[in-house]
């Protein structure tokens, strides 16, 4: 880090040292560690509002871009602030406030109010963004305008989750219900937007509602990939009698590190427990066919589990394969 920021983040540890414990000396060993924390906090509190500012940019061109131009609507807190902007007075960036106000308060009791302030400012920020910049009308082609609108603002309701906070706040009243009614996110997700394209339909038009819906999974499914990203990775737990031959295979073959479990079976052929490795690995979605092939090879009567990975960090799978 740079020497400059390196010197005030050692004095503001040493002066919250020195409130916690007065009038005793602060030495070097009880400030590096607060000093670390700091750097860890401030470099991801960058990252994270990076994340912010370009989801609301992408944002803000989705809308005034390709919906707002077209009269076109989504679902969500946005789609409730579009629908209210054609038939009101109110401008998108006051509404778009205003909606999701009552969101970010739920947010603030349920998730938590760091979660709270930063979704009010990605969601004030956004408010200026659709007021101010101006964006080009890209085109009047109505299934582009729901495909590509969708996308960018797809786009930008992900990037600001990655960034630790929502532009879009019915998926806060998706998680409050889904604990209430025990329903899932997706199911209360699904009656909003219902609801609200049910009225799309009555108060604007019915192809209208439709080209939202087609707007609304185009968003959906971008959101889905900027927050669990592209790459798919497959969580893989193998029971096997053969787990050295396993083990050996992984390492040797698909050149990939796996982890080793001391493990018990819970019923023999004696009818007693019995001990037992248990392997674990990733593996990526391209090298499932491969993997399968292998291990049927060595055992066909091996248990498998597989379990998908959202993301993954530190470990061999985004490295290149062991090396020879």
């Known amino acids: ?3 400059f920021f390196s010197k005030i983040l050692i004095d503001i540890a040493r002066k919250k040292l020195e409130k916690k414990q007065a009038n005793k000396p602060i030495s070097k060993k009880q400030i590096v560690p607060l000093v670390r924390t700091f750097q860890v906090e401030l470099s991801h509190a960058i990252k994270e509002y990076i994340f912010i ?3 609301v940019f992408s944002a803000g061109f989705g809308l ?9 609507i989504d679902g969500g807190a946005t789609g409730i602030s579009l629908l209210l902007e054609n038939i009101t007075s109110l401008k998108l960036g006051v509404l778009l406030v205003i909606v999701n106000l009552p969101f970010i308060y739920l947010a603030s009791k349920t ?3 760091k979660f709270a302030i930063r979704s009010i400012i990605a969601i004030t920020f956004l408010a200026l963004v659709v007021h101010f910049v101006n964006y080009p009308t890209i085109t009047e082609d109505k299934l582009l305008i729901a495909v590509f609108g969708g996308f960018f603002l797809g786009l930008g309701i992900g990037m600001s989750m990655r960034g630790g ?3 879009d706040g019915t998926e806060v009243l998706a998680i409050y219900l889904g604990r209430k009614l025990s329903l899932t996110i997706g199911d209360v997700l699904l009656l909003i937007n219902i609801v609200i394209f049910s009225v799309g339909a009555y108060v604007l038009s019915i192809e209208t509602a439709l080209y939202a819906i087609l707007t609304y999974l185009a968003a959906a499914k ?4 900027v927050v669990d ?3 798919e990775y497959v969580g893989v737990t193998i029971v096997s009698n053969k787990h050295e031959e396993l083990r050996l295979m992984l390492t ?8 080793i479990y001391a493990g018990k079976g819970g019923y023999g052929k004696s009818g007693n427990s019995y001990s037992k490795d248990i392997i674990y690995t990733v593996i990526t979605r391209l090298e499932l066919a491969k993997f399968q092939t292998e291990i049927d090879k060595i055992d066909k009567n091996a248990f498998i589990i597989m379990g998908v990975v959202k993301d993954l960090k530190g470990g061999m799978i985004k490295k290149k394969p062991l090396k020879e």
Do not use: H
């Open 222 to 225: 971008t959101v889905d990939f």
């Open 252 to 259: 040797q073959k698909l050149r990939r590190a796996c982890t």
């Open 165 to 167: 906070s929502v532009i």
């Open 229 to 231: 990203g592209v790459e």
């Open 1 to 3: 880090m740079n020497p």
């Open 111 to 113: 998730i938590g109010v």
């Open 53 to 55: 500012i370009i989801g």
């Open 64 to 72: 005034k871009g390709f919906l707002l131009p077209n009269n076109f």
